[in-house]
């Protein structure tokens, strides 16, 4: 855009070459009018010199008329040497019959009495008119004016032709002179148009130097500096117009500033935006894509950008771009994949303009995910909360028509049937307190009573209630043994004895249920570097890797029918798994299948001495 401009490209030449041209062109005009006036005049002038004085031509009428040749011809020899003769002209008498009767010219005096050969005279004699003309010689290269002038003799009412006067003039002292004064004006135009070049030259960088400080700003604002600024030479247009370019610089420069400040606000906004946004032309290419959008379709920015919307939402097959012109409908879309869930949640927008012209679409994509899954987890709970509920609501009642309907009599029958009553009664208790209990998790007002707890000791008290229930059981359906694996470092952690207590007999409980007869449950704690590590192994039949990450999901067992025929709600993992996330801890589980499992608790530890604990006491 900023190439250099030749000298005979630029306007400056141009102006000059143009007052060159006008000063040309009027002295050209006035120069051809000047020297054809000057040769007309002089022309004027120089046959006004080639008159013959009325006296003569009498004189020369008489002496025609005369019967003395010979004295005829003297006299007008003497008549013709009185004529004024400024050009040197040639004069010569012709009688009416043809013959030369004198001459002017010295040298040629010997052509007197002879018959004339010109034709114009014998022309003007036969036809008795004048003639005049201007002839050339090429010979010489010489311009000769003619004038045969008849003479006329009157005698009485009769006139006749007596003969005539030749007179020839040479025109080279006229053309000279004209010739000299055109040379004259010619070498004035010359200098003339040099001096007129120069002062258009002169003139011309005048107007164009500020012309071309405003090329330079308006090629130096075009490359987004805008810090130059025109010279205002005067208060003329030009001077108006620089003033002009220097508001326009600080006007662009304001609006650029702007329009800057708005595009980092709105990359800004749309960087740190958590939905997805995506800009399209009429044609539905894509012209602008947000980060989250780019990590939502698992896509480069750069790649994404002129394909078509369609192809990027991946729904050519269902939708065209007229339809979604025409009815921009809210769309659910599902991009999950085997080890990822992602659903989407799709708003499309026109953007129009005032005349009704759609411009283009903008798609903003919410993630749904966690939503469809809340929706769905609430279903699935309650689901399982009606069907937990429904099974021992459907044995106590078929109990109870069955002692209503006499079986209470029955001393035999009617004690089960009410111990089935009582224990299902309990079970429906139980899954009510761990359900409030969650409730209560989830909306923030399960508080926790924390204190510093020697862990040790607090795990082997939990595990000798185990023992103590396996000696007092006379007829126990299975038996175990529980193994411990502690440090013998105290570890002193601040927890809600009450509620890690309930985890630790969730554990326990589950690696009973799930060990065969006569397996080992072994109970570690070790410390790490910030963290205490408890961990329960049972020898059970393991989880199938498939269930694994439901396992602490409410309600979800592995082995439905066992585990409800054992009394358990489905709610224990969840619970343990809520209390030690309030504990700020982690729980997880390592299972393989037919190999038994290993729940883990890792809790947050910092070291104290013992004087640290006894100080915090007092």
Known sequence: MNSKIRFFQSIHFKIALVFALL??????????????????????????????????VNRLSDELAGTNTTKSDKQIKSTLSEITNTNNAQIRVIDNKGTIRGTNEVDNQGIVGQKTTDSDIKNSIYNNRDVVRTTYNSQNNSRYYTTITRIIRTQGNNSDLVGVIYMRASLDSVYQNINQITLIYVSATFVAIILGLVMAIIISRAITRPIDEMKKQTLRIARGDYSGHVHVYGNDE?????????????????????????????????????????????????????????????????????????????????????????????????????????ILQAYFSLIQRESGFISGIVCVLHDVTEQQKIDQDRKQFVSNVSHELRTPLTSVRSYIEALSEGAWKDPKVAPDFLKVTQEETDRMIRMINDLLTLSRMDSGTQKLDLEMVNLNELYNYVLDRFDMMIKQDDHPEKTYTIKREFTKRDLWVE??????????????NNAIKYSPDGGVITCRLLETHNNVILSVSDQGLGIP??????????????????????????????????????????????????????????????????????????
């Open 23 to 56: 000063l040309l062109l009027t002295l050209e005009i006035v120069g051809a009018v000047f020297v054809r006036q000057l040769e007309h005049q002089n022309l004027n002038t120089f046959k006004a010199q080639q008159v013959v004085q009325t006296y003569i």
């Open 238 to 342: 030009l001077g108006q117009l620089a003033s002009a370019v220097n508001n326009l610089s600080v006007r662009v420069e304001e609006a650029q500033e702007s329009t800057e400040s708005e595009r980092r606000r709105l990359d800004s906004v749309m960087a740190h935006m958590t939905d997805g946004v995506i800009a399209t032309d009429r044609r539905g290419n894509v012209t602008i894509i947000n980060e989250t959008a780019s990590s939502f379709l698992d896509t480069d920015s750069d790649d994404a950008v002129g394909k078509s919307i369609l192809d990027l939402l991946a729904i050519r097959q269902d939708y065209t771009l007229r339809e979604l012109l025409e009815d921009p409908d809210d769309l659910v879309l599902d991009f999950s994949t085997k080890g990822h869930d992602l």
């Open 495 to 508: 927890i809600d004895t009450d509620r890690f207590t309930q985890v630790l007999d969730n554990l326990m």
């Open 545 to 618: 890797r498939a269930d694994i990450p439901r396992i602490f999901d409410r309600f979800y067992r592995v082995d439905k029918a066992r585990s409800r025929a054992q009394g358990g709600t489905g709610l224990g993992l969840a619970i343990s798994r809520e209390v030690v996330q309030m504990l700020g801890g982690r729980i997880w589980v390592d299972s393989r299948e037919g190999r038994g499992s290993t729940f883990y608790i890792s809790l947050p530890y910092k070291p104290y001495e013992e004087e640290d604990l006894w100080d915090e006491d007092n």
